[in-house]
């Protein structure tokens, strides 16, 4: 399979703030100039490549609802889309997993809809914060993983995006911070308190907002605890995941287990590697 052709580029650009947050993505303009393509850094044409070859390989003619995550790799999925004519998408709907990705459909001037009227969706294209050997990952970096878990799972196919830092054996390698948990605000103290003593999370913590007092509230009204765990209950992610899922007050947990079809990661060199869930693995050349 070719790599995606250089004419057709991304717009967003990304603003980074202090911490693990995910980065505020800034609406994308029409075309990017080749002077502005080229002043995007190592990562950010990495994820463009990686984006660009998962719609082209996956996001085919016939689909009609496609699901939208969140993350600083999906404005580059967005515009892939948008350049395959607004003849061919017209016809599609497509449904966000939150804010960011909602206000990307709409200044993209592509049909915006809801889980509620279309609970199955043709395919969902989605970041990671960390993705293993097995296509598990971690998600959540944006407090969104509610949102995108649903998404996932009413997909036929679902596909994750990301550059070569996300790429790893086993998750928690390079995203530290720990497992993203989202729960009710009135039962996080007890949460807290069953991470550090019985499941092995002795650094759990509540994840405080960067720019405003107090804890990140997610789209849902819930907060957000992020519990760091060993290498070795991180080797078997379904199992953990199960037993936070079973705490009274968790809503959601940020690993997506048996979920994703295929993973595409842009390389520092140009090339993209994928990863199937049949154990397959690809390397596509610049």
């Known amino acids: 399979m070719p790599l995606p052709s250089t004419d057709i580029l991304s717009q967003a650009t990304v603003q980074v703030s202090p911490g693990p947050s995910v980065p505020t993505i ?3 303009s ?3 100039t080749p002077s502005q393509v080229a002043k995007l850094s190592v990562i950010e044409k990495s994820k463009r490549l990686a984006a660009f070859a998962a719609v082209d390989e996956h996001l085919l003619g016939e689909h009609r609802v496609i699901g939208i995550g969140s993350g600083s790799t999906v404005p580059y999925v967005v515009e892939r889309i948008v350049s395959q004519g607004p003849e061919l998408n017209k016809a599609r709907v497509f449904i966000p997993t939150g804010f960011q990705s909602k206000e990307l459909i709409v200044s993209s001037h592509l049909n915006l809809g809801d889980v509620d009227q279309y609970p199955t969706l043709d395919i969902t294209f989605d970041g990671a914060d960390e993705v293993d050997r097995d296509l598990n990952c971690i998600k959540g970096g944006g407090a969104c993983h509610l949102r995108e878990k649903v998404l996932a799972e009413a997909a036929k196919t679902f596909i994750l995006v990301a550059d070569y830092r996300k790429n790893v054996e086993f998750l928690g390698t390079n ?5 993203p948990i989202e729960v009710v605000p009135f039962a996080y103290a007890k949460v807290l308190q069953n991470l550090r003593g019985t499941l092995g999370s002795p650094n759990a913590v509540l994840r405080m907002a960067k ?4 804890p990140v509230v997610s789209d849902n009204a819930n907060f957000i605890i992020d519990a760091p765990f060993a290498t070795d209950v991180m080797k078997d ?3 953990i995941m199960a037993r936070i899922k079973m705490l009274t007050g968790v809503v959601e947990v940020g690993l997506f287990c048996h979920m994703a079809k295929a993973a595409y990661f ?3 060199d140009g090339s993209v590697t ?3 869930n049949n154990g397959k693995n690809e ?3 610049p």
Not at 175 to 179: I, L
Not at 211 to 214: F, L, R, T, V
């Open 30 to 32: 029409i075309v990017l």
């Open 274 to 276: 994928v990863k199937w």
């Open 266 to 268: 842009g390389n520092e």
């Open 237 to 239: 992610p379904y199992t």
């Open 283 to 285: 390397h596509i050349s």
């Open 211 to 214: 720019m405003k007092a107090g």
């Open 26 to 28: 800034v609406p994308p």
């Open 175 to 179: 995203f530290s911070q720990g497992v």
